[in-house]
């Protein structure tokens, strides 16, 4: 599955992508989050985190590093993340399409790179 979707957020472009690309600011509005762990300041990350839909429960171990950092025209990272039984790895861009009077567009593009079924 891939999902793709634009939002626009009323702050100046460099607070926008400086909290975007922060792992340990992402967290404090991150439902489901159990712990975060900086492996590599400013490239890796490990997230631990429940998920569900409808009766179906997982807890993911997710392993996120940035492939590129490009501020603030664009980021581009991969996870890989594990759960029993099943696996997931994942590519995502964060890309800024528009600031007009002090609002911020920005596009997020993510689709899988493999899967298994939870």
């Known amino acids: 599955m891939r999902l793709q979707g634009n939002v626009s957020i009323a702050a100046p472009r460099a607070k926008v992508w400086s909290f975007l690309t922060d792992p340990e600011a992402v967290a404090q509005c991150t439902p489901g989050l159990e712990s975060l762990t900086i492996v590599e300041p400013g490239r890796k990350f490990r997230a631990v985190a429940s998920v569900g ?4 429960k997982a807890r993911f171990t997710l392993d996120v590093e940035w492939l590129e950092l490009q501020e603030p025209e664009r980021a581009l990272a991969k ?3 594990t759960a029993p039984g099943s696996t997931a790895d994942v590519a995502g861009e964060l890309v800024p399409v528009i600031e007009i009077e002090g609002t ?9 790179a493999a899967s298994a079924p939870l």
């Open 53 to 56: 839909l409808g009766s179906i």
């Open 79 to 81: 996870a890989h993340g």
């Open 104 to 112: 911020f567009g920005i596009e997020l593009r993510t689709g899988p």
